[in-house]
């Protein structure tokens, strides 16, 4: 765990280096890594920078404050249901939500082998049900879209169990349409809500992704051998 006072600083200096956009914060990633000590772990989203400091077990997420506030917002949220129990937690955020930190799900989804696409149907029909649950958040904010819950957004304990690591979209509208939106004011709100009764557990063992709910369960394998590699 890092201290709040590294976060805000991450987060000012992020900020001292934007002159337009946020996204301009990619080209500054080596810089901000040297400066903070921080490893790079990834650079690919669309939103956020990820960073590690050695040996912590915790990640940073530079970048879009309303991605950042709408996790925060979404764990703190859920973090005492069976639904916050599928994400990733969520330690701290900086003052002006530029830099979030969140705790670090060691191992990746495996990559499906050989020339068959692993993102098969029955993947999408996990992922829709595991979705669905999350659809209650739609009485406080009519504008949310799919969470899309896919495996770049997954990774798996040591003990199997599957953490959700990016799940900004389920919250992320209220913060960007709305800018006066506070986190207090948000999680206040969905916590009013009625928390759907349903009962969940997503593994990884063996290259296969177990899924279980109250009415349902599905084993979808990475390596399904059903279609070719969609390049």
């Not at 901000?32 to 690919?44: A, N």
Request: proline share 4%.
């Amino acid at each position: 765990m890092v201290s709040i006072s590294l976060l805000n600083d991450i987060c000012r200096n992020a900020q001292s280096l934007i002159t337009d956009e946020v996204q301009e914060l990619w080209g500054y990633s080596e810089d901000i890594s040297r400066k903070f000590k921080l490893d790079v772990v990834d650079i690919s989203g669309s939103t956020r920078i990820v960073f590690k400091k050695k040996g912590s077990r915790t990640v940073i997420k530079l970048g879009y404050p309303y991605h950042n506030r709408a996790e925060y917002a979404a764990y703190k949220s859920l973090e005492c249901s069976v639904l916050g129990d599928l994400l990733a937690p969520c330690v701290a955020i900086s003052e002006d939500g530029f830099a979030l930190e969140m705790k670090f799900i060691p191992r990746p989804f495996p990559q499906a082998r050989g020339q068959y696409y692993w993102f098969n149907p029955d993947f999408a029909k996990m992922r829709d049900r595991l979705e669905s649950h999350f659809s209650f958040l739609k009485e406080y904010n009519n504008n949310v879209w799919g969470a899309d819950f896919h495996e770049e957004n997954m990774r798996v304990m040591r003990n199997g169990d599957v953490k959700i690591i990016d799940y900004s979209n389920l919250l992320a509208d209220v913060f960007s349409r709305n800018t006066r939106s506070t986190l207090k004011s948000v999680i206040k709100g969905v916590l009013k809500l009625k928390f759907p009764k349903v009962d969940v557990r997503l593994t990884m063992k063996d290259r296969i992704i177990s899924y279980r709910d109250n009415d349902v369960s599905y084993d979808v394998p990475v390596d399904p051998q059903r279609s070719e590699a969609i390049i």
